[in-house]
């Protein structure tokens, strides 16, 4: 793949390709899993007889809204899950997240994070360090947080966690799937499952709760599938396909459903009301396009491991490790080598490619952040994507990509811009 108008040298373009032709395993190996989950998607969509009349929406109130109902069941039976709540007014993963802690948890219940610290935006929702003091904190309503930190190696620490489990305060045991800002790799499904049996072992009484964030599609059981009560994610990024524009969802044992639907709405009224604005054929069709998506994204992110590990930079995880998110981490080491990688990306995207990308405050997180995110959707992180706070060691998260072949334009203008700016030698 060659561009002049991108100005991509064949330098650049050599180097990437040279890369590109060690994986070729690698992309074979992602065949069955994608196969099992378009499998699994359109069974769904089978057994739960989807027709052309669910497209259509309810006004007003939104009882008995036919196609968010038929929605609601066929993301449950993908997940393996008795329930799941998936809406518009859902405004993105933190909320979905935020819903089931708020939902769950009453006063005197602990929540504990099993995977080290949770991802950045959470922390106003659960009251860390005094954030979302005054807007509602789980702290406020006197829930405690307590956090188990991962060993050096990225894994759960099973006797630190064992000791953690003590305190019967504990009501929720959570664990974020996906890297989130941090260089340890993502809690796989068995994994996942390991830790949903120690925990049970110990404390039937505990709620298991997973962020599946970036999770969804890359395995072919998802965390409700292997143990785990409850789980959220959002819609604009892996399951909604690059088609939601907007939602979150979460899934898993009813009764947990409900409360997390209790609080979205009011108590008494749940997921009875709530309109789809006519948004139920696109979601539909996204989930459908998912398992495809993911694939074509996991490639991109196999990919850029593999370029920017030859080129010497750390990369997490390593092109041929394990992988349970779509996401891939660069160390990049310097401020300005961020902004430019972010530069890059955002000159191959097919919206707002004159634009420059710049760190700016984002609602909830605690540094600055720089983004390039030039997508369909704003702010969809399944499309072509990266981003990175501005705080050392200055990673770049790079994920998505629609297509694998935009995925690739975006690491060969990334190749290109950091060695025109001498951040990189090819
Ligand atoms: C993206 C993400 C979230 C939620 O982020 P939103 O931007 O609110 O959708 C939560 N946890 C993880 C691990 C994530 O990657």
């Known amino acids: 793949m060659k561009s002049d108008f991108f100005g991509i040298t064949s330098e650049a373009s050599a180097f990437v390709a040279d890369a590109e032709a060690s994986?070729?395993?690698?992309?074979?190996?992602?065949?069955?899993?994608?196969?099992?989950?378009?499998?699994?998607?359109?069974?769904?969509?089978?057994?739960?007889?989807?027709?052309?009349t669910h497209f259509g929406f309810a006004t007003g109130y939104g009882y008995g809204d036919a196609g968010r109902?038929?929605?609601?069941?066929?993301?449950?039976?993908?997940?393996?899950?008795?329930?799941?709540?998936?809406?518009?007014?859902?405004?993105?993963?933190?909320h979905a997240l935020s819903l089931v802690f708020?939902?769950?948890?009453?006063?005197?219940?602990?929540?504990?994070?099993?995977?080290?610290?949770?991802?950045?935006?959470?922390?106003?929702?659960?009251?860390?360090?005094?954030?979302?003091?005054?807007?509602?904190?789980?702290?406020?309503?006197?829930?405690?947080?307590?956090?188990?930190?991962?060993?050096?190696?990225?894994?759960?620490?099973?006797?630190?966690l064992a000791e953690a489990l003590e305190d019967p305060a504990v009501r929720m045991a959570a664990l974020q799937r996906a890297t989130g800002y941090s260089e340890r790799p993502a809690i796989t499904i068995a994994k996942t499952s390991e830790w949903a049996r120690f925990v049970k072992a110990r404390r039937p009484d505990i709620i298991l709760m997973a962020d599946n964030c970036y999770g969804e599609f890359l395995e072919t059981m998802?965390?409700?599938?292997?143990?785990?009560?409850?789980?959220?994610?959002?819609l604009i990024k892996n399951p909604g396909g690059g088609l939601a524009l907007s939602g979150g969802y979460v899934a898993g044992r009813k009764d947990l459903v409900e409360k997390a639907a209790w609080r979205l709405t009011c108590p008494g009224i749940g997921g009875e009301c709530g309109l789809t604005?006519?948004?139920?054929?696109?979601?539909?069709?996204?989930?459908?396009?998912?398992?495809?998506?993911?694939?074509?994204?996991?490639?991109?992110?196999?990919?850029?491991?593999?370029?920017?590990?030859?080129?010497?930079?750390?990369?997490?995880?390593?092109?041929?490790?394990?992988?349970?998110?779509?996401?891939?981490?660069?160390?990049?080491g310097s401020p300005e080598a961020l902004i430019c990688f972010c530069e890059a990306i955002q000159a191959v995207s097919p919206v707002d490619a004159f634009v420059r990308p710049e760190p700016w405050a984002m609602p909830g997180y605690a540094d600055p952040v720089v983004m390039a995110s030039g997508a369909f959707v704003?702010?969809?992180?399944?499309?072509?994507?990266?981003?990175?706070?501005?705080?050392?060691?200055?990673?770049v998260y790079f994920?998505?990509?629609?297509?694998?072949?935009?995925?690739?334009?975006?690491?060969?203008?990334?190749?290109?811009?950091?060695?025109?700016?001498g951040f990189a030698t090819l």
């Open 23 to 52: 994986l070729r395993e690698a992309f074979e190996a992602l065949a069955p899993t994608r196969e099992a989950n378009q499998c699994k998607v359109l069974e769904a969509f089978a057994e739960n007889r989807l027709s052309d």
């Open 69 to 94: 109902e038929v929605t609601e069941r066929i993301f449950a039976q993908v997940f393996g899950a008795e329930a799941a709540l998936v809406r518009t007014q859902i405004v993105n993963g933190t």
């Open 102 to 160: 708020a939902g769950v948890l009453r006063p005197g219940d602990k929540l504990l994070y099993c995977t080290g610290a949770p991802y950045d935006s959470l922390r106003p929702a659960i009251g860390l360090a005094g954030e979302g003091a005054g807007q509602g904190a789980l702290a406020e309503y006197g829930v405690s947080y307590g956090q188990v930190e991962l060993t050096p190696a990225g894994g759960i620490d099973y006797a630190a």
């Open 222 to 234: 998802e965390p409700t599938d292997a143990g785990v009560d409850v789980m959220a994610g959002s």
């Open 277 to 332: 604005f006519g948004q139920t054929r696109t979601t539909l069709q996204g989930l459908f396009l998912a398992p495809r998506t993911v694939s074509d994204a996991l490639k991109g992110a196999i990919l850029c491991g593999e370029v920017f590990e030859r080129l010497g930079f750390p990369v997490f995880p390593g092109a041929k490790d394990a992988r349970s998110d779509i996401v891939e981490t660069i160390r990049l």
């Open 378 to 395: 704003t702010g969809s992180s399944i499309e072509l994507s990266a981003d990175g706070p501005m705080r050392p060691p200055y990673n």
């Open 399 to 421: 994920q998505g990509g629609l297509t694998y072949e935009h995925a690739k334009l975006g690491v060969m203008s990334a190749v290109q811009r950091l060695s025109a700016a």
